[in-house]
């Protein structure tokens, strides 16, 4: 064992037996590079992670190569996942210094810990231009032996250039209407009219993108808003990117018509992409999107939730095949044989062409992802369910994927949001009840005694890496749509104790925002991207819980600060649009008010629900009733009953409609 013995990490536990010398990212690794006078190999990755693996395997489990290492280097193995911020500054050197970047990634350090090297996947040997990893290895060593003054003077110029990069983030004002109109015709430009999503392989799920079309379509009526999100959704659910046996999306696919995927699957994904289809359901009233939503849910409850309450990271992509290989897929895809073996030969007919398993495969070795072509024409409902009942219990059979069990707060706060407004939608109490379990274990475990987020945990036990902004933000999210949901406004009360948190320690001159803490651990950059990538940003995962937070309370500060987060959607939203998607949606809150919602009336019942389902972009909705509720939201103070029956108020900037005991009113107040 090594130094990586006893940490929380799954991903860093993976690596615990390996052969090379692993220590923790610390000040301590730093110090011992000092003292032998030898460079940092830094190498981050994530417990999910493919390439990781098998670079892991290839290199990282070899005898030699590990000796090598050890003799030449301090190596440093760090989980991107529970240090973003180490993750993104080098990162971001990375993509300088050769115009892409990925995971593995490996880069070379001073003891100053400044880059001078840098690289993703490694081969063993040479392989398509690429050097070999040891060949790596000795060039790296030679340099620093023999021409430290250059190495010097390249991490040097690195430092300087990345220090140097100043973030232009809109100056003054918000995003309007010219901004989301450009930002509209940009996305316009990228859609992939005949397989939905935008731009081509690989394709990711847009998640954010798509609750800014439906934000927009709520708020314009713009038509053609709405159908790129839903051809898009459709697309997604009926490709090989969705598990049609188990539910639950795949982090991206490899091609632009969602044949073939990336087969791990991310709690941060299948969050958002619940909620989208949730939000899908409530703009159209598809029967599709409700599937989708519910079979997401179930998913995320069934495979990601922990003994804690929590949900885990991720499923892994690999898992062992017939044969004992361990590669990645062979949990998911089937071949024609393997539908004959569970099935029969008829109902193995039918399921192949229904799921568009083929002889020559649409995977490797012959091997097909289920999915639903368009071309099946159509299906016997119920044959198609007994089919893939019988086919979910046959692959429970295979060996699973591995999880990745650590509790990160930011994506359970986008899993509490999700699960708690889907449970409200479709009258699944259970899935409110799993969100306000997760919501306890943040607050007990994540928050404890030391009253700032911790980011991670595992098996309970808190790990030692402070929050970033995310996590600050997308915990704040999750609280207040469980706020909204449940009507407990001690939600509302800690979603304001994180955001007051962002006030003090994240924020910046002009309205900026940084990924970490005034007083976290300094790096040779202070992280800062406003850019959505796989979840939003920590920039504008605040900006909207502050905006919703300043709806809930009325706080002045806390708009201010929404307002000046939102610049840099002002700034990038016409650019690149498919990259500040969140900071879109956010930004159609603001042009909509956001609207305020309080419902003096008993939680859960009709108004309550049909505030719930109001379309209105980014509205903040608060209910109960009696001398209380006032006390739980600052929105229920003055909000009486009109003629004893439970009654509706509606308002944004600055003024209420006439109050309304009529459902039918509120939703048509609402965009219901």
């Not at 040479?126 to 250059?150: C, I, M, Y």
């Not at 969602?258 to 949730?278: G, Q, S």
Request: aromatic content about 8%.
């Amino acid at each position: 064992m090594n130094r990586l013995a006893g940490v929380t990490s799954p991903y860093l536990l993976q690596h615990a037996d390996n052969p090379v010398d692993w220590w923790p990212w610390g000040s301590e690794a730093f110090e011992e590079a000092k003292r032998r006078d030898v460079p940092v190999l830094l190498s981050v990755g994530y417990a999910a992670c493919h390439w990781c693996h098998v670079m892991a395997h290839e290199s990282f489990e070899d005898d030699e190569t590990a000796a090598y290492l050890n003799a030449h280097f301090v190596p440093v193995k760090v989980d991107r996942e529970e240090r973003p911020d180490v993750d993104a500054v080098y990162m971001e050197a990375v993509q300088a210094a050769t115009g892409h970047g990925g995971w593995p990634m490996t880069v070379f350090l001073t003891p100053d810990a400044e880059p001078f090297y840098f690289g993703t996947y490694f081969p063993p040997e040479p392989r398509h231009g690429s050097p070999s990893f040891q060949q790596v290895l000795e060039g790296v060593t030679t340099a620093w032996t023999d021409r430290r003054e250059e190495v010097a003077e390249v991490a040097g110029r690195i430092v300087a250039d990345l220090a140097g990069r100043s973030l232009v983030h809109g100056g003054d004002g918000v995003p309007g209407e010219s901004e989301v109109a450009q930002a509209l015709l940009g996305l316009t430009r990228e859609y992939d009219e005949q397989h939905g999503g935008f731009g081509g392989a690989p394709k990711f799920p847009p998640a954010m993108a798509v609750e800014f079309l439906l934000r927009h379509h709520a708020r314009t009526g713009a038509e053609g808003a709405l159908q790129m999100a839903a051809d898009t959704c459709t697309a997604m659910a009926r490709g090989g990117i969705y598990d049609q046996l188990g539910g639950g999306f795949a982090r991206y696919s490899v091609d632009r018509e969602w044949i073939v995927p990336h087969f791990e699957k991310m709690l941060y994904d299948n969050a958002l992409l619940c909620r989208v289809y949730a939000h899908l359901w409530r703009a159209t009233g598809s029967d599709e999107a409700r599937r989708i939503a519910l079979e997401t849910a179930d998913f995320m409850v069934r495979e990601l939730r922990t003994a804690e309450g929590g949900f885990a990271s991720a499923l892994d992509a690999d898992s062992e095949d017939a044969e004992g290989r361990h590669v990645e897929g062979a949990y998911y895809v089937w071949t024609p044989e393997q539908l004959r073996d569970v099935l029969g030969e008829d109902d193995a007919a039918f399921a192949a062409a229904c799921f568009g398993v083929t002889e020559e495969g649409t995977f490797e070795e012959g091997a097909s992802v289920l999915r639903l072509p368009g071309d099946a024409g159509p299906v016997d409902a119920a044959r198609v369910a007994g089919v893939r009942a019988r086919l979910l219990a046959a692959r429970d059979e295979r060996p699973h994927p591995g999880r990745d069990d650590k509790v990160v707060a930011a994506w359970n706060g986008l899993a509490i949001a999700a699960l708690a407004e889907t449970g409200a939608y479709f009258d699944r109490p259970d899935l409110v009840e799993r969100a306000t379990e997760a919501a306890d274990l943040l607050v007990r475990v994540h928050l404890g005694e030391v009253a700032r987020l911790t980011r991670t945990s595992k098996d309970g036990r808190a790990g030692d890496n402070a929050g970033v902004l995310e996590d600050y933000g997308d915990v704040a999210e999750g609280f207040l749509a469980l706020a909204a949901v449940t009507g407990e406004g001690a939600w509302l009360e800690f979603a304001g104790f994180l955001l007051d948190i962002v006030l003090e320690q994240f924020t910046g001159e002009g309205g900026q925002l940084f990924d970490t803490a005034h007083d976290a651990e300094q790096l040779i950059r202070r992280p800062q991207d406003p850019t959505d990538s796989a979840t939003p940003s920590g920039w504008t995962a605040a900006a909207g819980a502050l905006l919703s937070y300043a709806a809930y309370t009325g706080s002045e500060p806390h708009r201010t600060a929404a307002e000046g987060a939102l610049g840099v959607v002002k700034a990038l939203g016409p650019r690149v649009p498919r990259f500040v998607g969140w900071g879109l949606a956010v930004a159609e809150a603001l042009l909509d008010g956001p609207r305020e919602v309080a419902v003096a009336g008993p939680v859960g019942g009709e108004l309550h629900r049909t505030a719930l389902l109001g379309r209105a972009p980014g509205a903040v909705v608060a209910a109960g009733e009696g001398p209380g509720a006032g006390a739980e939201f600052p929105l229920l103070v003055d909000r009486p009953l009109v003629g004893g029956e439970p009654t509706a108020y509606v308002c944004r900037h600055f003024v209420c409609d006439a109050p309304t005991t009529d459902a039918g009113e509120l939703a048509d107040k609402l965009g219901g």
